[in-house]
């Protein structure tokens, strides 16, 4: 037999293991519903992602890509890895340094025809900051960061 | 040649440092006076070279020195004047040395404020200090010296300033953040100070108290200063975003909330004395954490600094050596502390509990969310990231349930409160609540919505619990005006952070839920309706700046043909170096926001724009001016300079400290719980 406050003591602990024990299990069901997976355009472009899946994806944006509509904010630009290439449709306001060589992070899924249709835009915030996925995706695909890392030179 | 005075400075403050890390600590432990006394020189040698080294700093910035290589890569002979000095965070080195700079002010404080504590605990405080300035200021001259030069030639000019970084918010958020994160290390060395003597009473915590509620209140004004500039300035007309920057900073203060609070119950009943020592070694953690994060590029953010991994690793051995180190102590010390008092399953202490269980909850489900990526790209190599309704799913709940027991804990009574009692004193209150909860929305936003209804019934909770509680405080006093005036300064701290929370709960949830925004392509002459809000795009205009051109838009928004506001966003390219900057425009108003901005300029002159309405948005930074008055105030409550006056005279520390425990002991009653 137990004596009584040991049990009391046990009850407590076994009542705090389960709820800690309910607050994980919810925290981690939680987790896994938010998670976005983050691929690469070359990825993307060897069917590893399937058409509806909400995920990000990053890469340079390829030059003279970009194309607006004149009547709407629709707009539609290709991104690159300097392997693959996957077009963007987007309809918004693009941020502030989006611009043709640079990097993107798109948020969205995949139409039926291949198209990436974004619900989100994320450029870099720092000209001379790269975003760690963008990186690793041009570096998966065998091309080197630092050749397209920086803007064009200051015409001065 | 100056910058290498600074150079030299930083590493004679690096010695003072050492000393200041070992001589007091030393000291107490061979009880050696001469040894513990040198603590407060030191410290002030610390911060006088570390002042040193930021003045020196400046002056390379003001002066436009290019050869310093932060100077070279953060700043340009056009940036205004103000923007220069500023400058000087706007990297890694520079705002390093200001986050030592804060370290070496709490120091100073440390020194200058604890004239009525023993001998041997301020000894104590003041070395783990020292060795925490010392671990920054080596990790400074070993991986990010700011006084690097650029060498052989340097630049004829500088790459300029991040142009968001262009604003008021950057000269006033990172130093107030950096000093609030700072001044946890030192409730933490207070914690330290008090395992190492084997002294955890209630006199540890009541000297703590006020420098913790002094540290939260500035970490709050720094992060709602964080929140107010990204909302104005990053144009998307958000104010939190679960950046993975934005969550340490959060976690430190959850932790510090919870910390607050049991710092309380611990000086006042004498219980929950190892919790509270663990919670100053989590919030201090979390300041660290937050450190690491932003310095060694491990998340994508908007904070990141441009990365250098042997830094990361260096923070994280900082982190190791001091956290570990801590909690090491606290294993060995723990268990022989002892609570003194019991209390019932329904009192004071059970809500204080309840309400620290749910902050620390809080504080951990953002920290999981914050560091997942990291740990699940370590595991399977994929990059994933955790969206906002993470964050949410878990929050909201947790705080909802946070709000309804902060109305019942101040109430409540220590050690046993009758339900009884508490029904009484808040029955009809929760009443009212309810009703004006469904009333409100409906009489000024005219419509009804479930979110808005449990918002408004929490936040008239709050607000008529505090009522309730004056009441009952003043009840069986002559008048009310001189029961009003016999409550404490603590009291009022108490009950205005807790009406801060009330005001934010309006500002977040009437925000989130009833704001709007459209995006739209306009010609001139052109307009878009908006919440009841006519925005119209009269033209623009091509202006220039100190340092940039620009393209101001004017918009002139009006309410049934009644002119409300006109707005000027800006669309600029910085002269130094091209880069372009959105500026937005903002008409506010306690009751909501009117909010352009920019997006591009078309081919043929029409303009993309977002336009947005958004009520009560500025409740949520005005709760957060509440929060941190109401803990300052707490902390300016006479007692802690009463008994700091007291402790003045008593020649034994051993002997005080007791004498005041049991002064300390009859107090309560009084004051809070009558």
Known sequence: MMKPHRRKRLGAILFVAFGLSVAATLTLFALSQNINMFYSPTQVANGEVESGTLFRIGGMVKDGSVERRQDSLAVSFVTTDFVHDVPIEYEGILPDLFREGQGVVAEGSLDALGVFQASRVLAKHDENYMSPEVRAAIEQAGGSPENHQFRESPED | MIPELGQFSLILAFCLSILLGVMPLAGAATGNRLWMRMGRPLSAGLFVFLGICLAILAHAFVTDDFSVRIVAAQSNSLLPMQYKVTALWGGHEGSFLLWTFMLAGWILAVGVFSKSMPREFVARVLGVLGLLCASYILFMLATSNPFDRMVPVPPTDGADLNTALQDIGFILHPPTLYMGYVGFSVVFAFAIAALLSGRLDAAWARWSRPWANVAWAILTIGIALGSWWAYYELGWGGWWAWDPVENPPLITWLCGAALIHSLAVTEKRRVFKSWTVLLAILAFAGSLLGTFITRSGLLTSVHAFASDPSRGVFILAI???????????????????????????????????????????????????????????????????????????????????????????????????????????????????????????????????????????????????????????????????QGLRSLTYGYYGMQGAHFGVAVMLIGVALTSYFSSERSVLLQAGDSVELGGYEFQFAGSERIAGPNYDADRATVLVTRDDEAVADLYPELRVYLANGAPSTEMAIDPSLLRDLFVTPGEIRDNGAWTMTVYVKPFVRWIWLGAIFMALGATLAAADRRYRKLARARGHAHDPAGGEMKLGEAWSAQPTRSKAS
């Open chain 2, 319 to 481: 982190l190791g050596v001091f956290v570990g180190g801590a909690l090491l102590l606290y294993a060995i010390r723990a268990p022989l502390i002892k609570s003194e008092f019991g209390f019932g399953p329904l009192s004071r202490e059970i809500f204080l509990l309840a309400n620290n269980v749910i902050l620390v909850v809080a504080a951990a489900s953002v920290f999981l969310g914050t560091l997942f990526p990291m740990f699940y790209q370590a595991l399977t190599g994929d990059l994933i990231s955790i969206g906002p309704p993470y964050f949410n799913i878990i929050f909201v709940p947790l705080m909802i349930l946070l709000v309804i027991l902060l109305g019942i804990g101040p109430i409540s009574r220590w050690k046993k409160t009758s339900g009884a009692y508490l029904r009484r004193q808040l029955g009809k209150v929760a009443a009212a609540s309810v009703l004006l909860g469904v009333a409100l929305p409906l009489i000024v936003l005219l419509d009804i919505s479930i979110p808005a209804t449990i918002a408004v019934a929490l936040a008239v909770w709050i607000v008529l619990g505090i009522c309730r509680d004056l009441v009952a405080k003043t009840a069986n006093k002559p008048s009310r005006w």
